[in-house]
């Protein structure tokens, strides 16, 4: 009972804390660089602003907040950010919007990631093709026996649709069929863990960077998420994508523009691998 309170509070802070606003100390009289979007971008994102050299942070406020890819998109948009953080490139329609406003969106790989399925480590199954995967979060599969599991429902625990992650997912795995009706959504990558972590008939899938001990890893079609694995020539890892910031070329200011060059240098890049990610 306490282990279930624990853990159902531990989903609750991560969502409260995907909302929040993350900033760096900075005097009042600072400029300022607003980020917005991705979860999965978010712990770079941190990264670099606690890493940013002194002698700059203190001249320059950052916030960012983890509120989902599509929030961000719409953030660079409408003029309210200054970078974007996403987990997918932005869509055909909305280049299309984006180039009726006249505004010269600029897209930046900032990283590479790969989408981890995710159960309860008391869970036996190890391993799961795409072609699993998919019959369990379209419905065609109910059952962990189906797959190899206990006899047992499988709850399904996905992103909401403001998620990166989810629209990768929707078109790669799901191959833009429709999601169960009872899957349980969740806003955040650590929502997801923190649900999987108290349901043992639960699947989700989340970033590589989000992986702990209180969630199991399963490979797909055999292979496993590992750093190695997501940069080999053969037999690499069959879920990765890249990691972008976008910025409006209109309105990219100085400031915003050193930040994302501090990122993608070699310092920035070595805290891409710390936070579980794969650098460029």
Aim: proline share 4%.
């Amino acid at each position: 009972m306490r282990k279930s309170f624990l853990l159902s509070s531990i989903a609750a802070i991560a969502t409260l804390a995907a909302a929040m606003t993350y900033s760096s100390i900075v005097s009042a009289d600072s400029a300022k660089i607003i980020i917005k979007g991705s979860t999965t971008v978010l712990p770079i994102t941190q990264k670099a602003i606690e890493a940013y050299p002194e002698s700059v942070a203190k001249k320059v406020a950052i916030s960012v907040d983890g509120s989902g890819s599509g929030n961000g998109i719409k953030a660079i948009m409408d003029g309210t950010c200054d970078i974007a953080n996403s987990s997918r490139a932005m869509k055909k329609e909305e280049l299309a919007k984006a180039k009726e406003k006249k505004l010269r969106i600029k897209e930046i790989v900032v990283a590479w990631d790969m989408i981890v399925p995710v159960v309860h480590p008391k869970n036996p199954v190890a391993s799961l093709t795409k072609d699993q995967l998919k019959g369990i979060y379209e419905g065609t599969i109910k059952n962990w026996k189906e797959v190899g599991g206990p006899d047992m429902r499988i709850v399904v625990i996905s992103r909401d649709t403001s998620s990166g992650t989810y629209e990768f997912w929707y078109e790669d795995v799901l191959k833009k069929t429709n999601v169960r009706k009872d899957a349980l959504l969740q806003a955040s990558n650590g929502a997801v863990v923190a649900t999987v972590a108290n349901n043992e008939k639960a699947i989700g899938y989340i970033g590589f960077g989000y992986l702990n001990n209180s969630i199991k890893a399963v490979k797909v079609n055999g292979i496993e998420p590992t750093l190695k694995n997501a940069k080999a020539k053969k037999n690499r890892y069959p879920i990765a994508r890249e990691l972008y910031m976008y910025v409006n070329e209109n309105k990219y200011t100085p400031q915003a523009k050193a930040f994302v060059k501090f990122l993608l240098g070699k310092k920035g890049q070595e805290l891409v691998k710390s936070a579980g990610y794969i650098p460029l």
